[in-house]
């Protein structure tokens, strides 16, 4: 049970057992794949809307559950949801508006500000000035940059390792100074043991006079909560000042049929009455709470938001120009259903959100990242080492992750390496071209067969040139199998997400050649553009002029590895 008093509310109390309604938005299109993640681990029924989803929890441990949920982006705390009939045929505004200005004194707050005030811990400290993203144009200045934070990274471990070694000596030394005190006199033995004891009842004094309890860790950012639910009781927040008051701002957000009335006359007057009604300070930058008021037709719901800014940037600290979200990344892990002990590997990697994130979540699984920019392994590996220093002064272990500087269309590794691929290919927009794209997805989709293991392996792909990875599918349809696409929506762009699962084929030795289109065959071979067909043999590309370097297309039947291969020796060699 939890208990705070609030000005203009009074006492706002919250039993363990009652349900808190928590609603949050996720990138469109992976509404199902949020839905899935929220009955696996908490049980309760979602109900799915587009790009948001809304479920309920027990007020109790919601704080530590919500926050374990990785697809979702924006948490809110729902205060009132309820249909206003007529809100989208009246006409008259002042009408309309002063509905909305004496709207707030109708919720019942107490459920939703306790949630807000569990998530987000005490009321926050006022933040500082934004931080102004620094410009870097020169290549050199942004690597030697890298450089020095991987560099402190790894003297703040360093330096953890000599503290470590240095505490561990002085316990020791100190454990035999104890025992010699004990051996010569039982008085100064029992002195010796006893200042120990009067240290702990010293500090723990302090922390009663204070009122302070010991929090524990949370996955929360910002959260902290006691090991025993212990309420803050209305006495407790009057020795501190008198009930809380908060600074607030109110975002209206609407849609659907036109409505008499503007987004921000609705935020106006609705936050007028919350200012008026409970006497709460606005405040639209420096604020503690944001009410969001979300308005569709006729349909109103009345929020608290439990987060000031997206979870898809927990954990990247150094952005390249293409950084990929943290919640769709989770999202595509989840469709790879990536196993325990498997190796998985993103070959551009850009800042390393897909290793890190996979790190994170799939600790018993090998992460191997590379990219071809000169930026791109500097950047992960500055993000790898930012999260490990974090894990350290934790107690945690560091992340299974490494990365190098590698060619997407050469990877330096054996076949049958890699059981799963996870990329974000380049959209041909910010970095690259869509006429680029031909060439580099045609080589990435062909190294990728090849050091992904036979049947198992898989490959999630995320792109937005969906005609150019169709075409080159279509190429190597004889090495990967198209399971599912999902339409997703991301800044503005209609993206797609493939999933891919490798053949039983054996990879080619001659792949250049083998898995040309027809037409491509005879381009290579000269013949010119009105002599082309759509059925030319081998025979006849040969007499193109073409050195002889065609072998005959890999058989894609349904014969084993091995009988495929002995196949394929012979042909070989009835053809030379």
């Known amino acids: 049970m939890a208990s705070l008093d609030v000005e203009g509310v009074g006492i706002c109390e919250v039993k363990d057992e009652d349900l808190i309604q928590i609603a949050a938005t996720v990138t469109s299109g992976l509404e199902q794949l949020a839905k899935e993640e929220v009955e696996e681990k908490l049980g309760t029924k979602v109900t799915k809307g587009r790009g948001r989803i809304r479920f309920c929890t027990p007020y109790k441990d919601f704080a530590h559950k919500v926050q ?33 200005y004496q709207l707030a004194k109708t919720f019942d707050w107490s459920p939703a500000i306790c949630a807000w005030k569990t998530f987000t811990g005490t009321f926050p400290r006022e933040p500082g ?35 470590r070694g240095a505490s561990t ?28 004891k009067v240290d702990v009842r010293t500090s723990s004094d302090t922390i009663q006079n204070q009122n ?9 950012t910002g959260v902290s909560s006691t090991e025993h639910d212990e309420s803050v009781t209305a006495e407790a927040t009057v020795q501190n000042g008198g009930p809380l008051k908060p600074k607030f701002r109110v ?14 006359d609705a935020a106006r007057h609705f936050g007028g009455g919350i200012d008026d009604d409970f006497g709460w300070t606005v405040n639209l930058t420096n604020f503690d709470i944001e009410v969001v008021l979300n308005i569709y037709c006729d349909q109103v719901t009345v929020m608290i938001a439990l987060t000031k800014e997206s979870l898809h940037r927990r954990n990247i600290q150094h952005f390249g120009p293409t950084t990929l979200r943290s919640t769709i990344v989770y999202s595509m892990l989840r469709i790879a259903s990536v196993q325990a002990g498997e190796v998985v590997c993103d070959p551009m990697c850009g800042s390393g959100a897909i ?37 350290r002064r934790s107690g945690q272990g560091v992340l299974p992750v490494d990365t190098l500087r590698w060619d997407v269309g050469n990877l330096p590794l054996r076949e049958g390496a890699v059981d799963v691929f996870i990329t974000d290919m380049p959209f041909g927009k910010r970095h690259g071209s869509r006429q680029a794209n031909w060439e ?44 599912l696409v ?45 002599e082309r067909g759509g059925g030319q043999t081998t025979e006849q590309l040969e007499k193109g002029g073409e050195q002889n370097t065609e072998q005959p297309a890999v058989d894609t039947g349904d014969e084993n590895v091995e009988g495929s291969s002995e196949k394929y020796a012979v042909e070989v060699s009835s053809s030379t």
Request: aromatic share 6%; net charge neutral; with cysteine.
């Open 68 to 100: 374990s949920l990785r697809t979702l982006e924006n948490l809110h705390a729902v205060v009132a949801d309820f249909e206003k009939e007529g809100l989208t045929t009246d006409t008259d505004k002042d009408a309309v508006l002063k509905y909305f």
């Open 251 to 264: 975002t209206c957000n609407r849609a659907g049929a036109k409505h008499c009335f503007t987004s921000m």
């Open 486 to 530: 999902l339409f997703i929506k991301m800044g503005g762009l209609e993206a797609a997400i493939y999933q891919l699962k490798r053949t039983n084929n054996p990879f080619p030795k001659f792949l250049e050649h083998e898995l040309m289109s027809s037409k491509r065959k005879q381009k290579k071979a000269g013949i010119p553009r009105s």
């Open 355 to 391: 290793s890190i994130e996979g790190g994170l979540e799939y600790q018993q699984c090998v992460h191997v990242s590379g990219d071809n920019h000169e930026c791109a392994c500097p950047r992960t590996r500055a993000n790898i080492a930012t999260i490990n220093n974090q894990r």
């Open 169 to 196: 000596h002085d316990t020791d030394v100190q454990d035999n100074v104890v025992t010699e005190i004990t051996t010569q006199e039982d008085g100064i033995a029992e002195t010796a043991s006893s200042l120990p």
């Open 129 to 163: 000035p934004p931080k102004k993203k620094q410009k870097v144009k020169d290549t050199s200045e942004m690597l030697e940059r890298f450089d020095n934070i991987i560099a402190r990274e790894d003297t703040v471990e360093q330096n953890n390792d000599n503290t």
């Open 440 to 483: 580099l997805y045609r080589r990435a989709v062909r190294d990728m067969a090849r050091v992904c293991r036979y049947s198992t392996g898989r490959a999630v792909l995320l792109t937005e040139d969906k005609k150019c990875l169709n075409r080159v599918l279509a190429e190597y349809d004889s090495l990967w199998t198209k399971k």
């Open 212 to 220: 302070v309890t010991e929090p524990t860790s949370s996955a929360c």
